[in-house]
């Protein structure tokens, strides 16, 4: 027969599973860590020459809008898209890059084949004395309405 001190030892124990199940699901397996929107920054924050990407995702199956900036400076916005996986192709008005998305964490890769890392600053799309541009015409609204376009044709 288990005593009242086995029954508390036993109790304790199930109560650290709970608790470090429920932490590592928090910190590791949530689904907002997988996807992309949010800021990100390279460089020092506190360095007037820090790049941000911002990504504001409008859909999971076709992307979203994205903006890279510098502090008082836009430096091109436009409209993102996913390729394969974690791979997100970037639409701006004088460029296209390739972005891989790990650990909360994007890899920009130019067209040169230079690659410049960002970690993830927020969750949430932030502009830091910068005002957001006027993504109402960019690339990925007629992307958006050539897929829904072809969905509705079959």
Same mark, same amino acid.
């Given at each position: 027969?288990?005593?009242?001190?086995?029954?508390?030892?036993?109790?304790?124990? !199930?109560?650290?599973?709970?608790?470090? +199940?429920?932490?590592?699901? @928090?910190?590791? %397996? &949530?689904?907002?860590?997988?996807? =992309?929107?949010?800021?990100?920054?390279?460089?020092?924050?506190?360095?007037?020459?820090?790049?941000?990407?911002?990504?504001?995702?409008?859909?999971?199956?076709?992307?979203?809008?994205?903006?890279?900036?510098?502090?008082?400076?836009?430096?091109?916005?436009?409209?993102?898209?996913?390729?394969?996986?974690? !791979?997100?192709?970037?639409?701006?008005? +004088?460029?296209?890059?390739? @972005?891989?998305? %790990? &650990?909360?964490?994007?890899?920009? =890769?130019?067209?040169?084949?230079?690659?410049?890392?960002?970690?993830?600053?927020?969750?949430?799309?932030?502009?830091?004395?910068?005002?957001?541009?006027?993504?109402?015409?960019?690339?990925?609204?007629?992307?958006?309405?050539?897929?829904?376009?072809?969905?509705?044709?079959?």
């Amino acid at each position: 027969m288990i005593g009242m001190k086995e029954k508390t030892k036993v109790t304790i124990i !199930i109560v650290l599973v709970v608790a470090l +199940s429920a932490s590592f699901f @928090v910190n590791y %397996v &949530d689904p907002r860590n997988q996807q =992309i929107h949010g800021t990100y920054i390279s460089g020092d924050q506190m360095s007037p020459d820090a790049v941000y990407l911002v990504f504001e995702q409008e859909s999971p199956v076709y992307g979203g809008n994205f903006a890279k900036y510098r502090q008082f400076e836009m430096m091109e916005y436009g409209s993102f898209a996913p390729l394969e996986g974690n !791979i997100y192709s970037l639409y701006g008005a +004088s460029s296209t890059w390739k @972005v891989i998305f %790990v &650990d909360n964490a994007v890899y920009l =890769i130019y067209q040169t084949g230079e690659v410049s890392a960002f970690a993830r600053l927020s969750r949430m799309p932030t502009y830091i004395n910068v005002f957001p541009p006027d993504f109402s015409a960019t690339v990925f609204d007629a992307y958006v309405e050539e897929a829904e376009f072809l969905d509705n044709k079959q």
